[in-house]
């Protein structure tokens, strides 16, 4: 059963921001990490999705500005290499505060698609009060570029709380080699749950909506998202 939503544009100290919660808000919380597309119109339409199950979503800006919805791919790309990998997860964290703060959840994970997996994957290792971990296709190369200066997959294995990542074997940026290497750090871990899915054929970037014109894409979407909305549910849910 879907909830009636609100939806706002908003600055937390300073940094874009975009919320999307149930009428009234809730205790549970989602910190949504985009892909290259920035906050474009579908991740508007994920967060949405989030917050129609009664999880507040709260989207951080990469590019402090710019999206897919005013800028060219080409020019979003161009940003990439600019991403200092301190500053954004000082600035997700930052979001976090507030999603745990003046949001008023008492529980939140955090999601990412691609450049954004990544850093759930960082941010999931490096702060112990997300109550879940989600990584679609999460961009973890096979050559690192000099702006990643953190080690995603040594920081997956620092994560205590469940973990869902889905992974394309059609990767054109990230071999089989890490992800065997990502698996295998979260498979290592003590404490938390991992729920790995492994999409044959499906390429970087299956979920976003511009990439099923490929039957392959559509149909991983399709399997991986209600599992995921199910999963953000039972792991954000403050009471049993």
Known sequence: ??????????????????????????????LLLPMVTGIGEQLREWAGAI???GVTALVWDPFHGPSSDDT??????AKMPELDDAIALDEQTQLLDHLLGELGCVKAGVIGWC????????????DHRVANVVAYHPTVPGE?????????????GLIKAPVMTMY??????????????????????????SLIHVYPAAEHGFANKTRHGE??????FAISWPQVLEFIRVTTKTCL
């Open 115 to 126: 450049l954004g997996g990544r850093f759930a994957l960082i941010l999931g290792g490096k």
């Open 168 to 193: 394309p074997t059609a990767d054109e940026l990230v071999p089989r080699s890490r992800f065997d290497e990502l698996q295998s750090a979260l498979q290592a871990r003590d404490t938390g749950p």
């Open 215 to 220: 039957p392959v894409n559509a149909e991983a």
């Open 51 to 53: 917050a129609a199950i």
């Open 144 to 156: 690192t570029p000099p702006n990643h200066t953190m080690d995603a997959i040594a920081h997956a």
């Open 72 to 77: 060219s791919m080409p020019d979003l790309l």
């Open 1 to 30: 059963m879907t909830q009636d939503i609100e939806t706002s544009r908003l600055t937390v100290n300073g940094l874009n921001a975009y919320l999307a919660r149930p009428a009234g808000g809730s205790e549970s919380g989602m």
